[in-house]
């Protein structure tokens, strides 16, 4: 059993909030029990949309002190690093697929005093993560292809959640965070919890909630798995007379 593996968290995604409203969505999510907002940075080039810039993320630490999980699905992240960082997040993940110098990315989001994080696509080995476990302080399984909110979750990658979990273990990185993201909604949300995700990135599923951001957090929260009741030791039976 990881250090990891106990505390569930909520990381909401900014990506289906109203940026007219931006501070008041993530002081709402924060407060409903998100405790990271998750930012997806898209460059048009690493995924098909582009949404946000190191302004945003600055306007997020403005609005809140939880912590800022920066997802980098931008090529070459080794020239975003910095300006993310001084933005103000906390967590810098950018995808693996992304550039020939991972390994050196990760050096450098450390050397800033920031968590180090991967993110792995969906067509992505989880072998690829072995070189570079020293370095890691988050993993973040995507659970539909990246570019957009409101895809459907894929279950077949539950086997890799389940294998990184594993493979964090065995390394004795038991205390590297493990995260799903895409699709994740009440009804997703076991499997992935089942499979050893205890970091839960969602967009629809909070701030497109038809009752509001707060019933959509309350939603995913009422969704994981609660422990088996532990067994009760037999009533002692008396043998002799
Ligand atoms: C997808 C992004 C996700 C996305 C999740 O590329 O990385 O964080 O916002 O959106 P939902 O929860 O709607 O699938
Ligand atoms: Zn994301």
Known sequence: MSDASETVIFAA???????????????????????????????????????????VVAACRR?????LDVHLMVEEPER?????????????????EATPHIHRVLQRIRSLGKRAGIALNPGTDHRWLTPILPLLDHVLVMTVNPGFAGQAFLPEVM???????????????????????????????????????????????????PQGIEAGVAALRRAV?????????????DVDG
């Not at 975003?80 to 693996?96: K, M, N, S």
């Open 63 to 67: 609005a809140t002190r939880a912590v």
């Open 159 to 209: 086997p890799k959640v389940r294998a990184v979990r594993a493979m964090l273990d065995a390394a004795g990185r038991t205390a590297v965070t493990l995260a799903v993201d895409g699709g994740i909604n009440p009804e997703t949300l076991p499997q992935a919890y089942r499979a050893g995700a205890r970091v839960f990135v969602a967009a629809s599923a909070i701030f497109r909630h």
């Open 13 to 55: 995604s900014i990506l289906s909030a109203d940026f007219g409203h931006l501070a008041d969505a993530c002081q709402r999510a924060v407060a409903a029990g998100a405790a990271w907002i998750h930012l997806d940075v898209m460059d048009g080039h690493f995924v098909p949309n582009l949404t946000m810039g190191p302004q």
């Open 80 to 96: 975003w690093v910095e300006p993310f960082a001084q933005a103000g997040a906390d967590i810098l993940t950018p995808h693996i």
């Open 225 to 237: 798995p609660t422990a088996p009741p532990s067994p009760q030791p037999h009533p002692r039976e």
